[in-house]
């Protein structure tokens, strides 16, 4: 099957909500939960998304130690931080972050 045809398939779009082709922000928007990419493009969108994770953790954690209100604010919303980070934990999603919850 080729691409047009693949794009295109009428049974496959009804059995599997096709949703056709997809812009980068579509990944974590909820739009669809499968993105079928060629192995280099699946695996930079992947590196991208765990770095990103993990970055934007240590600037967060960063920004809740500066001060003492800081501090309280962050052991009051640790539970929620726990949750988020298990949320965008790559090794316990097998994948990218689940941007559906």
Not at 51 to 72: F, P, Q, V
């Amino acid at each position: 099957m080729s691409h047009e045809e693949g794009v295109t398939s009428s049974s496959a779009s009804r059995l599997l909500n096709f949703v056709g082709n997809v812009e980068g922000r579509d990944i974590y928007n909820g739009r669809c939960d499968v993105i079928v990419t060629d192995g280099f493009t699946g695996n930079v969108a992947l590196k991208i998304s765990e770095s990103l994770a993990e970055m934007l953790g240590a600037m967060i954690k960063e920004e809740l130690m500066r001060d003492t209100r800081s501090k309280i604010g962050a052991k009051l919303a640790m539970p929620a931080f726990e949750r988020f980070r298990r949320r965008i934990d790559y090794t316990e999603m097998g994948g990218a972050p689940d941007a559906r919850h």
